[in-house]
């Protein structure tokens, strides 16, 4: 039944990323949705390699040193093409501030990029500023009455967002517990926040495909009389 589950969790990570290659042709147009499709890739491909380590039986925890590094400046870089005025300096600012922190963790031995060490800093601190950047960009959404919310795809892939990293940091505060059953509790908990938040980005990839059918259809008053 685990197994089953964990498979279930891998599958819903090649869900957004194929679904995107429908809107490939938007990605000169959107550079928000080429860096979505690149975060997509990086998530599916990073929970195949995983499994497959896992099954061969190789330590794999420095994969996570990697993937966090990627995930913060795919997710930052998204972010900043949703905002505007003072936020986007605070974003790029965010950036380098977040890289140096990271190297100069390595650099001194805090975090070691070895087979069996995961990142207990640099990944709690990589979630933080996200969720303050994810949350500010929706609430900046949100305060515009003029926007649809449910129709416009930003919203989907932003309440995607604040769900897994809101929830990641809650269950990597348990990590360091010795007891097997909330580490297994964890697990599954974070297997079905994988899986929704998968679906809301596939959500927010079909609403963008939408989005682009509308605006290249022709005025009404153009069509032919019935």
Known sequence: ?????????????????????????????????????????????????????????????????????????????????????????????????????????????IEKLEAGTFNYVSRPLALTIMIIFVFHTLYAFWDDVRKNLVMDSRFWFLIAMAIYFSSSTILFSFTYTKKQGLLFGIMYMHGFMNILHNILFTIGIFRAKEAMKEAFQPPLETYPPK
């Not at 938007?26 to 896992?54: G, H, I, N, P």
């Not at 790029?92 to 963790?105: D, K, Q, S, T, V």
Request: aromatic residues 14%; proline residues 2%.
């Open 1 to 109: 039944m685990a197994d089953l589950f964990i498979y279930i969790s891998i599958i819903s990570s090649l869900l957004p990323f194929l679904a995107s290659m429908f809107l490939i042709e938007a990605f000169e147009k959107r550079r928000d949705l080429a860096l979505l499709c690149l975060l997509f890739c990086l998530s599916a491909v990073s929970d195949v390699v995983l499994e497959v380590l896992f099954h061969m039986k190789i330590r794999s925890a420095w994969i996570s040193h990697v993937y966090t590094l990627m995930e913060f400046l795919l997710v930052l870089n998204v972010l900043l093409q949703w905002q505007k005025g003072r936020m986007t300096r605070y974003i790029r600012c965010a950036m380098p501030f977040y890289i140096l922190i990271y190297l100069g963790l390595i650099v001194f031995g």
